[in-house]
């Protein structure tokens, strides 16, 4: 996994250095567009969308792969078939992008498509070490869940930090993404204090209009009260604006205490696309 900044205190150009992003399976050209403003082997995940099929999941990896960064495909549990379909992903996955990571992630549907229920039985399954898988990444919600209680996502997710690491695979944790440190900085703490000693990515949104990212906050469960989002930097009575994850970042390195939360990088989710999100982590890990 790329480097993820350690040092006591990070500034938040610190912090943004070695961020990860997140694309779709259709986002190959727009990634070749932004790629100048990406360093060299920055992973870039690719999300598993029901709309999309495995042979553009493919392509949208191995394109992350021609522009020199390194893919991390999304693997979403409840969408996959079979396992034969799972195998035939990950060897046409590894002919043509060579990911030696994923994202396992349970998925959308309320009820799985093909034999795997949740995150937890793809990395069970001994599919991802058998085709050069060596890393896996799985969700984290500083938040919770909507639809999945607190005590529940726990206990997933540390059933899945022991499976990762019997199936001799390092693991990461990528967050869902907000508008508030608060929460993130007590999930981080509590996720030390149950001896979880991951790297951990948090989610933010890249700069985007504020109605849009309103949308994705609804869509997701994640919180937008007034007064989140005047801490975040945008208004709740002004949605024709575009906002940034400044304050965030800034907020979240000037709290951020290593003995307390552990590896801490970030992760940017591109709704305002790619070239924008790219270019910003640029000019704010320069400029800060």
Not at 37 to 54: F, R
């Amino acid at each position: 996994m790329t480097s993820i900044p350690s040092a006591h205190h990070p500034s938040p150009a610190g912090l943004v250095h070695g961020f990860s992003l997140e694309m779709t399976g259709k986002d190959g050209p727009a990634l070749a567009e932004a790629a100048a403003a990406i360093p060299p082997a920055t992973h870039v995940n690719v999300t598993y969308l029901g709309n999309e099929d495995l042979h553009m999941r493919v392509s949208a990896a191995a394109a992350v792969r021609a522009c020199g960064f390194d893919p991390v495909p999304h693997i979403s549990a409840r969408r996959v078939l079979s396992a034969t379909e799972l195998e035939g992903f990950l060897r046409e996955l590894q002919e043509q992008a060579a990911p030696s990571s994923v994202f396992a992630v349970g998925g959308d549907p309320a009820a799985p498509l093909g034999p795997y229920p949740d995150a937890l039985s793809l990395i069970t399954s001994g599919q991802l070490e058998a085709h050069g898988i060596t890393q896996v990444a799985f969700g984290g919600y500083p938040e919770g869940h909507p639809e999945i209680d607190d005590a529940t996502l726990w206990k997933a997710l540390e059933d899945k930090v022991a499976a990762a690491r019997d199936a001799g695979l390092a693991g990461s944790i990528i967050t869902q993404f907000g508008f508030d440190t608060a929460p993130v900085l007590t999930w981080l703490a509590e996720l030390r204090e149950r001896g979880v000693d991951l790297p951990v990515r948090i989610g933010i949104p890249g700069p985007a209009g504020v109605k849009r990212l309103l949308a994705y906050a609804r869509r997701f469960g994640v919180a937008s009260s007034a007064g989140i989002a005047h801490k975040y930097g945008f208004s709740l009575t002004n949605l024709l604006g575009t906002t940034g994850p400044d304050r965030f970042v800034t907020d979240l390195a000037g709290a951020l205490a290593p003995e307390v939360h552990g590896e801490v990088g970030l992760h940017l989710y591109t709704f305002g696309g790619l070239q924008a999100t790219a270019r910003w982590a640029m000019e704010f890990g320069t400029a800060s």
